[in-house]
């Protein structure tokens, strides 16, 4: 770590403090006006050095291709109580079903909370938080690199995000039940919990009514 650092280093924190959000080296370029990435580059790596050796609540973590600065992860629960909360329950509830379960079929998900499902995933589509692919006359949705990213989460893998879920968020880890009388073969659609069993995210306040006329399937195509 050079004994002296230069200013360019402290502007690429400068970004990514007020970004608030994990960039890559081209974004950075771009935000600080310079043409060439290089010396950006070098400006991140030194700055993951100083923070690594600096006793900080913060860090700079490593994405994918990008780079956030972030708290550590053993001081993100003395926090929460004073973080805003940046989506609806409702949908922060699709959002976490979809996370663990994936992939799910969209048809699953409106089974576990509503028509309501149909307008969240359009939502968190056009986040970019989920992906949806036709499968059969329904969707299948994931996660996206950027819901990662967005969490706070090292791995886009289904089996790391849903330990994450476990770990940090207190997901229930059990698998969901058997399908129900109703449900077509298991070859076409995944279990769901029985009416009244509890979900595996938590949520706050009442579910808003069933929009009106979501009552069939619509047609979506893939980003």
């Given at each position: 770590m050079p004994s002296k650092i230069e200013p360019l280093v402290f502007r690429v924190e400068a970004v990514l403090f007020a970004s608030g959000r994990p960039m890559s080296v081209r974004e950075l370029t771009q935000a600080l006006g310079l043409?060439?990435?290089?010396?950006?580059?070098?400006?991140?790596?030194?700055?993951?050095?100083?923070?690594?050796?600096?006793?900080s609540a913060l860090e700079v973590?490593?994405?994918?291709?990008?780079?956030?600065?972030?708290?550590?992860?053993?001081?993100?629960?003395?926090?929460?109580?004073?973080?805003p909360v940046e989506m609806a329950p409702r949908t922060l509830r699709?959002?976490?079903?979809?996370?663990?379960?994936?992939?799910?079929?969209?048809?699953?998900?409106?089974?576990?909370?509503?028509?309501?499902?149909?307008?969240?995933?359009?939502?968190?589509?056009?986040?970019?938080?989920?992906?949806?692919?036709?499968?059969?006359?329904?969707?299948?949705?994931?996660?996206?690199?950027?819901?990662?990213?967005?969490?706070?989460?090292?791995?886009?893998?289904?089996?790391?995000?849903?330990?994450?879920?476990?770990?940090?968020?207190?997901?229930?880890?059990?698998?969901?039940p058997g399908p129900t009388p109703e449900a077509p073969p298991a070859t076409s659609e995944m279990p769901v919990p029985e009416e009244g069993s509890p979900s595996p995210a938590p949520t706050d306040g009442r579910e808003p009514p069933t929009p009106a006329g979501a009552t069939a399937e619509p047609s979506a195509t893939p980003p």
């Open positions: 043409d060439d990435y290089r010396p950006v580059q070098r400006a991140v790596r030194v700055l993951e050095q100083t923070y690594g050796h600096r006793q973590r490593r994405v994918g291709d990008r780079y956030a600065l972030q708290l550590e992860e053993q001081y993100v629960p003395f926090v929460q109580s004073v973080t699709a959002l976490t079903l979809i996370a663990y379960h994936q992939p799910i079929l969209q048809s699953v998900l409106v089974r576990m909370v509503g028509d309501v499902a149909y307008e969240e995933v359009q939502h968190l589509r056009g986040l970019g938080l989920v992906h949806t692919e036709p499968k059969g006359a329904t969707l299948q949705l994931t996660t996206t690199r950027r819901f990662a990213e967005y969490f706070g989460i090292a791995s886009t893998r289904p089996e790391e995000i849903r330990r994450y879920l476990e770990q940090k968020l207190g997901v229930a880890p059990a698998p969901l």
